[in-house]
């Protein structure tokens, strides 16, 4: 539970940040786009480093590794609080996206601890945990920055990540590292892990497209429901806690259960199709509770497949290579996660319905996709056997 709880404190510092850092920058006077660098700064320099993060971890182990992060996290809001500028914020958040590994680690060294039939459960819960931060660092995030500052904002994500460290230090067990041969080639090439277990691809690809679909949504939901029904930032910052406390719900009591019924790759399909089905009516909405309807069906799917293709692509790797791919899921999703803003946003000024119905589309065509997954059966850190499922 220590470890849930870390994992919970630090993405809860992540949402406070998130909550603030736009009109932070804009109090500094930094134009719209100099605004979207920043925030994307996150994730490009997540996208550059997890993956090496991930496979330090397998070599090393994954307590030092998370251990690190997390207290990197830590120093990133330190940095947010003690430099308030421009060069503060954007330090700050290439920081943060150094040490955004940890979540990626802390999850590879989760899954080491499980069997096989305890791994479904495992990656629901720690879903949940993740949603369960965000939704503190929402909620919390926007009432400190408006009523005690940003600096103050800045200090308690800092003591938020520090307590995560601690709760690391005390709690994540020191497991030896797993060792395997690893020839010059396999060191260049970052993705080569997509070559050796091919049923990876899909899965990656898919993960990719989701979290596309998903930053559609989110760069571009605060403009609609201000067009639409004239509510501001707290209105959409109240919607997304909704959205994501459905998601935390679902994966924290039923997931486990659904996935041992059904099994990961029809919950991958089902939850596709619910989220294609809530973005592609959200702009249609006639009103606020039919546009509740709609989010509440994204939001349900995307509680399914989060951890649905984290359990198919954890089974579809060796034990020595779950930090490894873990990184690289992470940033693939990220991948996804800087395209949308900018198409979701070039399309929503030409039709304001069009990213929605584009990421509909997505999760549609996603759903169908996921036909082409395999179910694999790793056989130790040796070749992976893969049958049809």
Not at 53 to 60: E, F, P, T, Y
Not at 195 to 212: C, E, H, R, T
Not at 296 to 310: E, H, Q, R, V
Request: a positive charge.
């Amino acid at each position: 539970m220590l470890v849930l709880a870390a994992v919970a404190m630090d993405l809860a510092a992540f949402g406070m940040a998130f909550t603030d850092i736009a009109l932070r920058a804009r109090s500094y006077h930094a134009s719209p786009t100099l605004v979207g660098i920043i925030l994307s700064s996150y994730f490009v320099f997540q996208v550059a480093t997890s993956p090496a993060w991930g496979r330090l971890s397998d070599r090393i182990g994954r307590r030092p590794v998370a251990v690190a992060c997390t207290a990197l996290s830590s120093l990133s809001m330190v940095v947010y609080a003690l430099m308030p500028s421009l060069t503060g914020i954007i330090v700050s958040r290439v920081l943060a996206g150094f040490a955004a590994a940890n979540v990626s680690v802390i999850q590879a060294s989760l899954i080491d601890q499980s069997t096989d039939d305890q791994r479904a459960a495992t990656l629901g819960r720690f879903s949940a945990a993740l949603n369960a931060g965000l939704i503190m660092g929402f909620a919390g995030g926007g009432w400190v920055a408006e009523h005690l500052g940003s600096q103050v904002l800045g200090w308690v994500g800092a003591g938020l990540s520090g307590l995560a460290t601690l709760n690391l230090i005390i709690a994540l067990p020191k497991t030896p590292p797993k060792p395997k041969e690893e020839g010059p080639q396999e060191r260049r090439k970052t993705w080569i892990i997509l070559q050796q277990f091919p049923s990876l691809k899909v899965l990656f690809i898919l993960a990719s497209v989701s979290w596309f679909s998903l930053a559609c949504l989110e760069g571009t939901f605060a403009q609609l429901i201000n067009f639409r029904f004239s509510l501001g930032q707290a209105a959409f910052g109240w919607i997304l806690m909704y959205e994501i406390l459905l998601g935390f719900l679902l994966q924290g009591l039923f997931f486990g259960r659904l996935a041992k019924r059904y099994g990961h790759v029809k919950l991958l399909r089902f939850g596709y199709l619910l989220q294609g089905i809530g973005l592609g009516t959200t702009p249609f909405a006639p009103d606020l509770g039919l546009l509740l309807v709609a989010s509440s069906l994204y939001a349900l799917g995307k509680g399914l497949t989060d951890p649905s293709l984290n359990t198919l692509a954890s089974e579809s790797t060796p034990s020595d290579r779950q930090g490894e791919m873990f990184g690289l899921l992470q940033s693939a999703r990220n991948v996804g996660f800087l395209a949308g803003p900018t198409i979701g946003g070039a399309l929503f000024h030409w039709i304001h319905a069009a990213p929605y119905v584009l990421a509909g589309f997505v999760s549609f065509a996603a759903a169908a996709g996921a036909r082409l997954i395999r179910s694999p059966k790793p056989a130790g850190n040796g070749p992976i056997t893969q049958n049809a499922s």
